[in-house]
């Protein structure tokens, strides 16, 4: 029989990293399920998941994380799915330097620290796959959403040179583009925006009672084009089992017009869709 193949994941306390976490497990995966907070790692553990402790933000936390890796499988990771994320929103002009250094510290820094410890293991091993978890606001900017862009986009030209730089090894980098899913990114992001942005000072104080609703009220406006997480963990199994990946997997159809849109529209175009968005 041969042996199950092993992943990582990041950001499974909820959303898409909690579906692929359980998706991938029934499909026969071992699957190392990490969260930040130890309270999420037990509740996992609970169900039946391996799980232990990984926080991006903190360099040390990702070391002890695949040091925990290496001891559990001796060394072998198959896959990494680099998926934890927030968001921090605001208008652009109201964001604090800090606010925008600690979100890149990590939906950045964090992805590109853990991926580069764990290219070791898979180059060794002969392969492997690395999967950093993307989204459409890595192809197209949306406004009150500049800081999670700007990760986004960053992490979409890590990831091409990457992949190029790693030619010949087998280890393939992929990005999965995700869309509108239904998760709770807008709850989990309100404590970052009531820490970083003085709304009530800005000049554009009325327009913030908008945002205000979308993020303490997200029923108010559901996405039309939404799906649930389920939907990302089917293109990551593609992603994941596929003998020849693709470098890029979109989700949502707002993904794959996003795509079809920065390859053929000019910029200004994009820009009045954006702004009908």
Not at 154 to 166: F, K, Q, Y
Not at 197 to 216: F, K, M, P, T, V
Request: charged content about 25%; hydrophobic content about 40%; glycine content about 8%.
């Amino acid at each position: 029989m041969s042996q199950a193949r092993t992943i990582l994941i990041t950001g499974c306390s909820s959303g898409i990293g909690y579906d692929a976490a359980h998706g991938l497990k029934a499909r026969g995966w071992r699957v190392l399920a990490t969260c930040r907070k130890a309270e999420d790692c037990a509740r996992l553990a609970a169900e039946g998941l391996e799980s232990f402790a990984l926080d991006y933000a903190d360099e040390t936390s990702v070391a002890a994380a695949v040091e925990e890796v290496m001891t559990r499988t001796g060394g072998r990771l198959d896959a990494l799915y680099n998926n934890g994320a927030f968001a921090c929103p605001g208008l652009l002009e109201d964001l604090p330097r800090g606010a925008l250094r600690e979100i890149f510290e990590t939906n950045l820094f964090g992805y590109h620290d853990l991926t580069r410890r764990v290219i070791p293991l898979m180059r060794a091993q002969g392969g492997g796959r690395i999967v950093n978890c993307s989204s459409v606001l890595g192809l197209v900017g949306l406004e009150w959403r500049g800081a999670y862009v700007a990760t986004k986009f960053a992490m979409e030209g890590l990831s091409d040179v990457l992949r190029v730089e790693l030619r010949g090894t087998a280890i393939h980098v992929i990005l999965l583009e995700p869309g509108p899913i239904g998760t709770r990114i807008r709850e989990n992001a309100i404590p970052h925006f009531e820490r970083w942005i003085d709304w009530q000072g800005s000049a554009r104080r009325a327009d913030y009672e908008r945002l205000r609703n979308r993020l303490y009220h997200p029923s108010a406006r559901k996405d039309r084009f939404e799906l649930p997480a389920s939907a990302v963990t089917a293109v990551l199994a593609r992603a994941l089992e596929a003998p020849r990946p693709k470098p890029r997997y979109a989700v949502t159809l707002p993904t794959h017009a996003a795509a079809w849109a920065r390859r053929l529209l000019p910029t200004r175009a994009i820009d009045w869709l954006i702004g009908t968005h």
